[in-house]
């Protein structure tokens, strides 16, 4: 009886050996499948961002090209508003400079009138 249950206890632990080889090679299949999603995520991950880049990069040229001409325009614009306001400085200059200076050379004091009425007592 012995020899037959050194004989079961032998296959026993022969079938736990088996059993802790069979989980040892699922955990590294596990672990490489694991890497190997990760690898392919992070390769994924990199085209994605390749193609926003790119989407991006033509959006930022399609729309920069019509900044340029809107800022070629404003220019524009201002350099002829300020040629008319140069113009309209030349014509009544004088007139206003002698305004300016009769305004300010001739001072008329008023007390306001919320101060010069004296506080109700």
Known sequence: MSAQNSAGIQTLLDAEREAQKIVQKAREYRTKRVRDAKAEAQKEIEEYRKEKDEEFKKFQTEHSSGNKKAEEDAGK??????????????????????????VVMEVKPEVPDRVAAPPAA
């Open 77 to 102: 614009d201002a350099e002829s508003k300020l040629a008319d306001i140069k113009e309209a400085g030349g014509k009544a200059g004088d007139k206003i400079v002698q305004e300016l200076l009769r």
